[in-house]
């Protein structure tokens, strides 16, 4: 079994068990239900950078990325380094987060935050409007057609925007629809971890021009971003270069200064 298999096997034990705890009619009670949600889609649009940096403490492929961080240092610091939004692991077992890093986050800055988990219920995309979350994200290689265009309608009518990934063509094929906000290609290969800016770059042309195009890990350095640009990149999802230092938003200042 790959590790995405066994990842989203885990997954729906976890989701049932929170169901179980948790019933919806509580989750729709957070004040934050109220919330009216910031569009990061919009922002990337109109911003010159397009970084959207994330929260990560390990990964399957990597298991000690930074564990001695605070996450409300890392979203304030994320924030005045004037990043697009903040993606926030909330996946415990492969990456050490939690649905709490979301809310402190959510308390520490005003940026669009995206629930950066492993989405094969309805459920969790109530969890992530009640913990403040303004964007989700669906992996199209977990996901059926009709699993991505259900989780996606309901995502919108809750006002969140909606990432979708892909890895490959095929994914990207099975995955358009217009409820979709950005199509993010994933640059590592969620099953055998290898890592290529040259999925980004093949797979944009088939990507249609209505949706804002994101290029997720691996990125490394600004030559990166330079050279993903021409292909009409607008948004670069970025972990571990931020994480694997003391100060992530110190590091993530001098990336975009060194951007503009
Ligand atoms: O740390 P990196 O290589 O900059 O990658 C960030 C992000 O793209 C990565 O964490 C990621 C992309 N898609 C995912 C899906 C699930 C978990 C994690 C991810």
Redesign the pocket.
Known sequence: MNILDKITLDKRKEVELRKSLIPTSQLEQSVLFERPTVSLSDKLRNSKTGIIA?H?RR?PSKSV?NHTLSVQDVAQGYEDAGVCGM?V?T?GKY?GGSLDDLLTARASCNLPLLR???IIDEYQLLEAKAYGADVI?L?AAILTREEIKKYSEFAKSLNLDVLL?VHNEEELHKSIMPSLDML?V???N?KTFD?SLNTSKSLSTLIPNDFVKVS?????NTEAIKELQPYGYQGF???????KTDNPGASATAFIKSLL
């Open positions: 994330e990560k990964s990325i993606s692991l996946d990456f950066k988990e492993f994200l992996i990934e993010g994933n640059n590592r969620l890592v997720e890990s691996g990125i490394s999802l970025i972990g571990e270069n931020f994480m």
